[in-house]
DNA sequence: GAAATTTCTTAATCTACCTTATTGCTTTCT
DNA sequence: AGAAAGCAATAAGGTAGATTAAGAAATTTC
């Protein structure tokens, strides 16, 4: 098993001693699933935190037409989860599944708290995960509601470069907020006028 | 000065000590500041974070063609923060300004990070605050991409009914992501259908 | 308490984006 | 390899919401 990117990801924010590596290790379930399968439907309770070493996940909701909005991409090195149910320990509306066939850790929200206690300085940790996080989702708010579909389209892209190349534009389009077909056209009158 | 209100809200997820209360509250700054006074400029370093205690702030961007979109309303009980710029330490683009005449509890991000270190407690409380900041934020996205102007409009009177007495329609226009025009359409068609 | 400013409403015109439908292309399944 | 499914592009017609403008109501200011 291979744990340097994760351990690698969590010494971005705080430094941990070899006993603390090993025992949040321990606490580490391995999983790996293929392309469409389902890390969780909507209405399960969220149990668990989701580290991505390989692969693509991704995090989105069904509207009451039937439509799919998705929330959030989680390629290698992001953890995802529904927040909500994590906190709330009631049942969700995230749906999680997997873009391509991925591998990843997981990490039980028991085993969370137990973490917290042994080495406080995972609160931190997941403070400051939790911080950025909420600061890129003020952005996304601010950037639906002041920019033009085709501006948000150019800010995915330089956003996430790795990201176009392995999700189809559909998914593109879920994620800024319009449709495919609108999507495929304004990009198209775009690259026209360049 | 009355403390009641800002450790009251601080007991709902964290218990402190008679010793720690009186900690923390030694690094509170008292302030009070009259409608439309500003409390944070765009292009501002944000070293505080802010809690309300009476009146009601807000906090918005000005977008390239000058338009105001309001991210956030704080009425008492809330914290308030440009949270990039308490992040990143570098200029952030919100602007907090007060609604009506408010009164204020301000703690500094040195001050904050004392407190970490002194009573690691409050590295827990401002996580779940954090959280279900994030909670809220990503349910906002959702809202922006599946409801209508009247869903949203409906759902924010329900959410913040303290808040519509307050604060003028334009500005719940301006936070819910249409224009005062449109809102005062879709609002007469629909109490007119009723 | 009158003047000035801000806010709300209504209405006409305009546009960004949606819906539905068709076609060709690529990927996946058996 | 062939069938089936998923994806991208294009186009015509439709709608939610923006823009502009102007008058009425409410609030603030002096």
């Keep these: ?78 953890w995802i989860a529904d927040m909500y149910s994590v906190i709330t320990q009631k049942p969700g509306s995230l749906n999680i599944d997997a873009i391509e066939d991925s591998a990843l850790f997981m990490l039980s929200r028991a085993d969370q708290e137990k973490l917290f206690i042994e080495v406080p300085k995972f609160e931190r940790f997941f403070r400051i995960l939790t911080e950025n996080s909420l600061v890129a989702n003020r952005q996304r708010v601010l950037d639906t509601m002041s920019l033009t579909a085709i501006q948000r389209f150019e800010k995915f892209c330089k956003q996430y470069p790795t990201l176009i190349e392995c999700i189809p534009q559909k998914q593109i389009a879920s994620y800024i907020g319009v449709t495919p077909e609108f999507l495929s056209k304004v990009k198209a009158e775009y690259f026209r006028n360049l």
């Design 1 to 78: 098993m291979d744990y340097t990117l994760i351990l690698k990801n969590i010494s971005k924010h705080i430094q941990l001693t070899k006993l603390e590596e090993q025992f949040f290790i321990s606490l580490l379930k391995e999983k790996k699933i293929k392309r469409k399968q389902f890390l969780l439907h909507e209405n399960e309770v969220c149990t668990y935190s989701t580290f991505v070493t390989k692969g693509c996940l991704r995090g989105y909701n069904i509207d009451q037409n039937g439509f799919e909005h998705i929330l959030q991409f989680a390629p290698p090195d992001w």
